[in-house]
């Protein structure tokens, strides 16, 4: 299974960004998707996740009621929309495929990653 993220940029506080993972290989299961990101000197750590059915989602705190996951399973590909974004926004960004069904949080419970796309929020 390979992942191929996009869609990263600079952009100002306030700003908007789009990312788009796509997937790729032998994906038969139904698998559930996530974003992680990791900024400087920080673990990496959950951002949101989506169930195989995009009936469960998960966000995190930090971005809860500015992000929204989305997937398209025809095109096998995750989205995260990325509104009213902050500085403390800026990292590297990673789409991951879960080994189960769900929108779980744990990074443990993910088997595969994509290389990551750059985001970066100046004030």
């Known amino acids: 299974v390979q992942l191929q993220a996009s869609g990263g940029g600079s952009v100002q506080a306030g700003g908007s960004l789009r990312l788009s993972c796509v997937v790729s290989?032998?994906?038969?299961?139904?698998?559930?998707m996530a974003w992680f990101r990791q900024g400087p000197g920080k673990e990496r750590a959950i951002v949101a996740a989506i169930s195989w059915s995009g009936g469960s989602t998960y966000y995190s705190d930090s971005v809860k009621g500015r992000f929204t996951i989305s997937r398209d399973n025809a095109k096998m590909t995750v989205y995260l929309q990325m509104n009213s974004l902050k500085p403390e926004d800026t990292a590297v960004y990673y789409c991951a495929v879960s080994r189960y069904s769900g929108s779980t949080s744990s990074v443990e419970d993910y088997d595969y990653w994509g290389r990551g796309t750059q985001v970066t929020v100046s004030s």
């Open positions: 290989g032998d994906t038969s299961d139904r698998y559930g």
